[in-house]
């Protein structure tokens, strides 16, 4: 299958196999769902007026794309968002298509995506973030907690996650402040306070929840599969002095909630299906309620090889440089388990609600997916290739850029990128 | 001042120095904004259109009362609620008011409570749970980890508190099934998967956030203290042993997430102001973002002296028992100090977000805010009264009831209740 409707090239993320999601909006248009193909973005409520989604059972196509979020095209369905899958497909690849014969011009139904501005994909209820690589989380314990407790008992029994603050994420591109807080640098002495000095990058993904369930109703792990719309890159910066001296013994907190950052493009689960790879074998089993070899109607492999990158722009010259090369695979919970884990006990999960990975490295040094983890907490400066700036943690005006593909034959399906630069302290004369 | 529209008797929660504000339904209206008075609600759309409201400067009433959430009322601020609530008290109080004269018979701007339906009073964006009780967090740190850790080094430095699950916020009222979950009831052997076993209620309060700051922007201690919009009972229902678990090191999860049951009736700060008293001292003296002593234009007062009295009504009879008498005066740290605190990294709070003050504990064991303190870990069940039955925790059908009050000379400003019962645990076949 090739799009002959505009041109993509085959390294382009956005291939006829991919069509993710997105909510963008114009200088004279506003915000309003977006498909991304190759270098230009698909005008859905306009390819609805024209018929593109007529018949489609249970879509209301031009109210539900000319909406702000994605919200109410992710509590659909699989069913709608295969048929819609389907349309897009065959209108971007067939020359003789019904529909193309209405259109004149390509721009009456797309855009440069260089000439649109980009918004959060879905007003986000609650964002949960897991903790489900087994590399980051020995890392961390290590570094935290000492090579003894590294690896807490329940870790291996069940996805890890806390509640993260929704109101703190914004889309790629979003500068953020360096988030000023209480530190304790030096344990024998009182806190003090000010910006941050361990700011940090968390290579992450996350997923949008599509269909929601009521309060008091669990998924089982064959709904929960069916129920996860899509994905997007994740930034889930971290300052890791906050975080070490307000978490215990409730979480992380303020470390976390001055942002977070996601890639704009929804890649949907069916362009993601055809890398499927199998998870990392799980020892000791699962309780039943995480467990797929009991079913037969899923699919045994629960985990996706996407290729990760994460590069610095630093403040001191203008080139990225390779941070952190990373995959999806590595990661030892799958995005079922961890929305069946967090819907057992009843909780409801809300069409447009957000779950991050949490931090995914691997089983080498290259693919640690966090400066902490890749400078040791500060210990060893990480050199940044042909540069001459050296870096422990992230300074004032650097950019960190995630980006995220899956080769495939000839094509990709990626993610586009998720980028974000940190602005100096806000400074605040009336706390001194 | 008397209420001269409605009779209200003395012991009523609501009376014409509270009007709290709520979202209710009838059989014949869909839910809208209506403010309590004795035992009746006043439809505030209804009152708009009689003109009580008109010339309030950047007050659209009729828009703004007939939403299914005060959000945007809450967004207003100070100056706006100050106004409405003195038309209200001028309309209460004033046999010869112009607007009471363009009604023939109360139930034309009014509703008797127990006919109509109450709702959540906000969309909440984001729930935040604090933990700013000090004899709560060293009751249970002491069980926890332990009476040498039983207040973290943190603790006297900052209010600790994380983030919660906005989407399982039920109004009163609201049965919840009592969740399945991992637990580890023996460290030697491996968790096992079922209904919680140590089921608990926590007596807290919570409060509702009016105008939003942006991402970026920390607020003062003034502004956070204007920025209050009013307080809620809260039953953060917690089971104990999913939450031992699951907790290390990322904090309470599915323990929590199952259900968090708040009263309906939003009593404003403004109807609070005469209840103020001094918080506990606080030493270590806290940093100075924290601080209110270098203000002159904050009451020093930052406490609430608010009665709270827990009740249960066992399945074995049709009787309320007293569990805890508690009041809020006893709280470590302040509702402003606690805002404060969330807002400094720079995160967004936005108006209707829900922050608890973590459970109510006070220094002698009728004031423990939950069973796992007043029968400590189970190890002394709790007697009922009158009843025969005892608890350790909360068993299936049973009813937890929150009260509070302030007590004004002869007459008072109240809750209502926040209340709620436990059903059997949902059966899940599949898992087994």
Chains 1, 2 share one sequence.
Not at 58 to 85: C, H, T, Y
Not at 258 to 281: H, K, Y
Request: contains cysteine.
């Amino acid at each position: 299958m090739k799009c002959t409707f505009v041109e993509v090239a085959p390294e382009s993320d956005f291939s006829i196999y991919n069509l993710p999601y997105g909510v963008y909006s114009t200088s004279s248009s506003a915000p309003q769902v977006g498909v991304a193909i190759g270098e230009y973005v698909l005008c859905m409520s306009m390819l609805s007026k024209l018929g593109l989604f007529a018949e489609i059972n249970g879509l209301d196509a031009q109210e539900i794309f000319s909406k702000p979020q994605l919200n109410e095209f992710m509590a659909l369905g699989r069913p709608i968002w295969r048929q819609v899958r389907q349309r897009l497909q065959e209108f971007l690849s067939d020359t003789s298509h019904p529909v193309r014969k209405l259109i004149q011009n390509t721009n009456e139904v797309s855009a440069l995506q260089s000439q649109v501005q980009m918004h959060l994909p879905a007003q986000i209820g609650d964002y949960t973030d897991f903790y489900a690589s087994r590399e980051h989380a020995t890392n961390v314990g290590m570094m935290f907690r000492g090579k003894d407790n590294a690896l807490m008992p329940n870790w291996t029994h069940l996805p890890v996650g806390y509640h993260g603050r929704a109101s703190s994420v914004v889309v790629s591109g979003t500068s953020l402040h360096r988030p000023n807080g209480q530190r304790r640098p030096d344990p024998t002495q009182p806190p003090v306070f000010g910006p941050s000095a361990r700011l940090d990058y968390e290579l992450e993904m996350a997923f949008f929840i599509g269909p929601s369930n009521d309060l008091g109703s669990p998924l089982t792990i064959e709904q929960a599969e069916e129920r996860i719309f899509g994905m997007v890159l994740m930034n889930d910066w971290s300052a890791r002095d906050i975080q070490a001296w307000e978490y215990v013994p409730l979480g992380p907190f303020l470390g976390k909630s001055f942002g977070t950052s996601i890639s704009p493009w929804v890649v949907t689960m069916d362009a993601l299906e055809p890398f499927r790879v199998m998870q990392p074998a799980q020892d000791p089993e699962p309780l039943p309620y995480l467990r797929s070899s009991c079913s037969t109607s899923l699919d045994a492999r629960a985990g996706y090889d996407i290729n990760l990158n994460v590069h610095i722009k630093p403040h001191e010259d203008d080139q990225y440089h390779l941070l952190t090369r990373s995959n999806l695979k590595y990661m030892y919970w799958s995005l079922r388990q961890q929305l069946v884990h967090h819907a057992i006990n009843g909780c409801s999960m809300r069409s447009g609600d957000l779950c991050g990975t949490g931090t995914i490295s691997g089983p080498t040094e290259e693919s640690f997916g966090s400066m902490l983890e890749l400078s040791w907490s500060g210990k060893n400066p990480i050199s940044l290739g042909s540069s001459k700036a050296q870096r422990t943690f992230i300074q004032d005006n650097d950019t960190i850029r995630i980006t995220g593909f899956c080769q495939g034959d000839g094509y990709r399906v990626g993610f586009g990128e998720c980028i974000g630069t940190i602005l100096p302290a806000v400074k605040l004369d009336w706390v001194n």
